[in-house]
């Protein structure tokens, strides 16, 4: 699945640029989103080394490098930082990274950190030409840094790993989630071991509520969209995950 825009409209899009596939990144299926706007855009977690030509090739329709003036790396993890040097060479975008992560970059071989901004804990407001979006803050889900953004034009929200899907090699993957119960068996594994715990959840699904987005689009997986925002935050607001059922031999129950 690839090129999907998920809104176009007034010379503003977001666009799911594309979903890796099994081999480009040893079995990890990424997506890698842009938001255009008036000829500007955003890059968000853009991937690691080895989808990087497939999201090149992707966005060139769209925008040239040169219009690249954003790129946000919501977390850590190697399958949304490991390819950044290439996009640094290719762009003069500055990079949003969560506060706590940035002394973790150089060791992907950053040494000029000059480009990059670190996000507050209570997240941020981002402008583009302009418009502002809003970057939210995911505390420990999964990562103890992570930050989503919210565009409200579209009324988009990029979850990052919130809604990410469990999804097998050899699954045929859809490009949205309409009806959230069919969809849940994909996501329940994923949830209860690598989300830290309830409260997180609990404060995150307050603070997205506030938005009122139409879709939430996470980085692995389908987006969701219609009834299923709603059925998403339902089932994460009351889930027991990661510290609230692991248990005293560190292991824990069936996932």
């Not at 003036?69 to 490991?82: F, G, K, M, W, Y």
């Not at 996009?87 to 949003?96: G, H, I, K, R």
């Not at 990562?143 to 990029?158: E, T």
Request: glycine residues 8%.
């Amino acid at each position: 699945m690839r090129n999907v825009p998920l809104f176009d409209q007034d010379d503003h899009a977001f666009i799911l640029l594309n979903e890796s596939d099994p081999g480009e990144e040893n079995g990890i299926e990424s997506k890698q989103y842009l938001i255009c706007h008036h000829g500007q855009g955003v890059l968000l977690d853009p991937g690691g080394w080895g989808v990087m030509p497939r999201v090149l090739t992707e966005m060139l329709p769209h925008l040239q490098p040169e219009q690249i003036s954003t790129i946000i790396l919501s977390h850590q993890d190697p399958d949304i930082v490991a390819g950044i040097s290439t996009w640094l060479e290719l762009t003069s975008a500055t990079v949003y990274v969560p506060a706590t992560w940035m002394r973790f970059l150089p060791h992907y071989g950053q040494i000029d950190m000059g480009r990059f901004h670190g996000v507050p804990d209570q997240g941020q407001e981002l402008t583009l030409e302009g418009y502002t979006m809003q970057l939210i803050p995911a505390h420990f889900l999964h990562s103890p840094g992570q930050i989503n953004l919210f565009d409200p034009q579209s009324s988009i929200l990029f979850s990052g790993d919130i809604g990410t899907a469990a999804i097998k090699p050899d699954q045929e993957t859809r490009a949205f989630v309409d009806d959230f119960s069919d969809h849940l068996p994909a996501i329940q594994g994923f949830h209860r071991r690598y989300m830290a715990c309830n409260r997180a959840l609990r404060i995150w699904t307050a603070r997205v509520r506030q938005l009122n987005p139409t879709m939430i689009a996470p980085q692995h997986g389908p987006v969701y969209r219609g009834d299923a925002v709603e059925g998403l935050l339902e089932w994460l607001e009351q889930l027991e995950c990661g510290a609230d059922i692991m248990q005293a031999d560190g292991t824990f129950p069936p996932l």
